[in-house]
Nanobody, 126 residues
Framework: QVQLVESGGGLVQAGGSLRLSCAAS????????MAWYRQAPGKQREMVAG???????NYADSVKGRFTISRDNAKNTVYLQMNSLKPEDTAVYYC????????????????????WGKGTLVTVSS
């Protein structure tokens, strides 16, 4: 019913840049917060950056000053601009959205819940 599709991952050299995109589609009524998480091999998933419906943002200390999260509400899309990439940024990056869906069968709006994308791999070579 709801899909989050990430794109933009790939292989880049240390010091380079990448821009990730995540588009949400389906029976979306409204989107609250959107965020990017990442999971490196052998490590737990961690939040990288988040942005709420008002545009307020927060970042993990490890990416402050290098990554920028933004969103296009008209397109239900969130972006992550990643600059000055480091080998330790290598991970699978996941998109997360806290959103409400509209049920046309009952003409109701469901409570907000979290949805995840399938992830996109970012590899930073030294």
């Amino acid at each position: 019913q709801v899909q989050l599709v990430e794109s933009g991952g790939g292989l880049v050299q240390a010091g380079g840049s990448l821009r990730l995109s995540c588009a949400a589609s389906g029976s979306i009524f409204s989107i609250n917060a959107m965020a990017w998480y990442r999971q490196a091999p052998g490590k737990q998933r961690e939040m990288v950056a988040g942005i709420n419906s008002g545009g307020s943002t927060n970042y993990a200390d490890s990416v402050k000053g290098r990554f920028t999260i933004s969103r296009d509400n008209a397109k239900n899309t969130v972006y992550l601009q990643m600059n000055s990439l480091k080998p330790e940024d290598t991970a699978v990056y996941y998109c997360n959205a806290d959103l409400r869906t509209f049920m046309s069968s009952t003409w109701t709006v469901r409570d907000a819940m979290a949805y995840w994308g399938k992830g996109t791999l970012v590899t930073v070579s030294s």
